[in-house]
């Protein structure tokens, strides 16, 4: 009998914690959907496909599924491109913004971690 499950800790820390963050990011977006930058630059249509994209991206990592690594690899991309666009067109004084700079810690760290080579290694090998 196969088992799927939410977690999996027998994975690299990177992909076991990157799976821990989409679950976060789902929440936090969800509870905060009016006042979260995924709201105001896409809409909460949008919104709600990115969150669902997050959680199952991360059931997927779970259980070791290769679309669930593609998956959550774009959605960290896609959330991003707000602070991307914000960078662009606010140019260098967005860098000087402290609450900016604290907004970003969870999407470069879960991009980063997603895109460690421990990470692509593991899922290259072992994922279906």
């Known amino acids: 009998m196969e088992t799927r499950r939410w977690v999996n800790p027998t994975q690299p820390q990177t992909l076991y914690i990157s799976t821990l963050l ?3 990011n789902a929440v936090f977006a969800l509870l905060f959907l009016g006042g979260s930058r995924l709201f105001i630059a896409f809409g909460a249509f949008v919104a709600i496909i990115v ?3 997050q959680v199952a991206g991360a059931y997927g990592i779970a259980n070791e599924f290769r679309w669930g690594y593609l998956l959550s690899v774009a959605v960290a ?3 991003l491109v707000p602070f991307a666009m914000l960078l662009a067109f606010d ?3 967005a860098i000087f913004n402290v609450s900016l700079l604290i907004q970003m810690v969870f999407p470069v760290v879960l991009f980063v971690l997603l ?3 421990q990470s692509r290694e593991y899922q290259r090998v072992w994922f279906n």
Do not use: N, R, S
């Open 77 to 79: 991309g896609l959330g």
């Open 115 to 117: 895109v460690h080579p």
């Open 51 to 53: 969150i669902g994209a």
């Open 22 to 24: 989409l679950y976060m």
């Open 91 to 93: 140019g260098i004084g």
